[in-house]
């Protein structure tokens, strides 16, 4: 069955991002549309730990219908899902390097990161900053859904990335690609870079025009 599916997935995935310290502690979850609604990791849950059965199960009003209490940060999935139709998962991590990103001073919060790589333009593209909001503070979730129409990736400021995609593998590969990314940019640091040229990168969004 699809959903039974999608349950061992998100456990697996969070399992593999948590042994590779992509995200610590109880930080970070991960959702996935499903056949009726969707699934989303249980508030307070450590990534590395997660049981199929008791991942929340909601409804498109957010409300639990089955499974233990929702990730507190659920508002941020169900503003990615309601804004991108097309997104099948989303993932939010504390992700050290693109939260190090996240609190530079003097980036452009329209475009944060340089064209490093094809393959950093073909699965982020353009990666905004969202303001700062204090934790639990639903004008958030108002934030997140002013940009999740026209961005599948945010970088949401002191904070960490939310990342859609047509499945968990794809938004997974994006989330990463971004993490790697930011800390190529740091290790970066002071030396001269040669990011992409105009004409490379309209290359690449020409051959991959979904980036
Ligand atoms: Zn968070």
Same mark, same amino acid.
């Given at each position: 069955m699809e959903e039974d599916r999608l349950r061992e997935e998100i456990c697996e995935l969070g399992r593999s991002i948590f042994e590779r310290g992509l995200t610590h502690g109880s930080t970070g979850n991960i959702s996935a549309r499903c056949p009726d609604g969707w699934l989303l990791t249980p508030t307070g849950s450590n990534l590395g730990r997660l049981d199929p059965a008791r991942l929340s199960k909601l409804d498109w009003s957010g409300? %639990? &219908?089955?499974?233990?209490q929702p990730s507190k940060e659920s508002f941020l999935h169900l503003a990615m899902y309601q804004e991108r139709q097309r997104n099948g998962a989303v993932i939010h991590l504390h992700a050290t390097h693109s939260v190090a990103i996240s609190v530079l001073?003097?980036?452009?919060?329209?475009?944060? &990161?340089?064209? %490093?790589?094809a393959y950093y333009v073909m699965r982020i593209g353009r990666l905004p900053l969202v303001p700062y909001y204090a934790?639990?503070?639903?004008g958030l979730a108002e934030a997140v859904r002013g940009y999740a129409g026209r961005h599948h990736a945010l970088l949401l400021a002191n904070h960490g990335p939310v990342v859609g995609g047509s499945s968990l593998a794809a938004a997974a590969d994006a989330i990463e690609e971004l993490e790697a990314t930011a800390k190529l940019y740091l290790l970066l640091q002071g030396q001269r870079v040669r990011p992409l040229t105009p004409a490379q990168l309209a290359d690449v969004k020409r051959r991959y025009p979904e980036g």
């Open positions: 409300r %639990l &219908l089955a499974g233990d001073e003097g980036l452009d919060p329209n475009d944060l &990161l340089p064209p %490093l790589t934790p639990g503070d639903l």
